[in-house]
């Protein structure tokens, strides 16, 4: 019989992009003086918790986000590439405003979310899916019956809330994605479980990177 592994699935703390609703993508951009804030939050609420391993996207907001709850719970950070927010190629350090302004036929299909689309220069949704799903198939396997941290990127976490609840990839997003947020993830074989979104309890009355509801 199988063990479900159960995953507490982090969003990395701000960056100066978010904040000006910049893609990122693969771009390696360090947190802003307010991500690093959230990152030691985060790492005190979380403390007391026990943890078998933590992981973490190899990007650097990610690993900044990891590393003072690493600290924390006097664990190894063991980084993950196929972590990593989707690649947005062309797309990467331009707002939406500016993808229009220089390819309206990039900006439609990103706006439209488009599943099979491969943004030029990156990959598209249904790719990064794909890596996404493996990875943490791939970890819960690993750590059957053991409880872990994850730290990744908003669009990972967009990708896990969808496959969870059915959410089609190309509806508008209608739920959440707080930097900092911690989410609490089951996961046995194929069956996915969600049973905590979007806790911020931690950031109380800390400023947050604005809401985007497409990308």
């Not at 609490?184 to 911020?200: H, K, N, P, Q």
Request: with cysteine; hydrophobic share 45%.
């Amino acid at each position: 019989m199988r063990e479900e592994a159960r995953i507490c699935l982090i969003r990395h703390g701000e960056t100066a992009w978010n904040a000006e609703l910049r893609i990122q993508g693969h771009r390696d951009l360090p947190l802003n003086g307010s991500g690093l804030a959230q990152a030691e939050a985060l790492a005190g609420r979380l403390a007391g918790q026990r943890f078998d391993a933590l992981y973490s996207s190899d990007l650097l907001r990610a690993r900044q986000t990891a590393q003072p709850l690493a600290d924390a719970l006097g664990l190894a950070l063991r980084l993950e590439p196929e972590l990593r927010e989707r690649n947005f190629g062309c797309c990467e350090g331009k707002t939406r405003e500016e993808i229009l302004a220089g390819d309206a036929a990039v900006a439609e299909a990103l706006a439209a979310r488009r599943a099979d689309y491969v943004l030029p220069g990156g990959e598209s949704l249904r790719q990064h899916l794909d890596r996404v799903v493996a990875c943490l198939s791939r970890l819960a396997r690993r750590h059957a019956g053991q409880t872990i941290a994850v730290v990744a990127h908003g669009g990972v976490l967009d990708l896990v809330y969808r496959r969870v609840h059915g959410v089609p990839m190309e509806r508008p997003r209608d739920f959440p994605l707080p930097n900092a947020s911690i989410n609490w993830l089951a996961v046995d074989g194929d069956r996915w479980r969600l049973d905590s979104w979007g806790d911020t309890a931690h950031l109380a009355g800390m400023a947050q990177a604005p809401f985007v509801t497409r990308i």
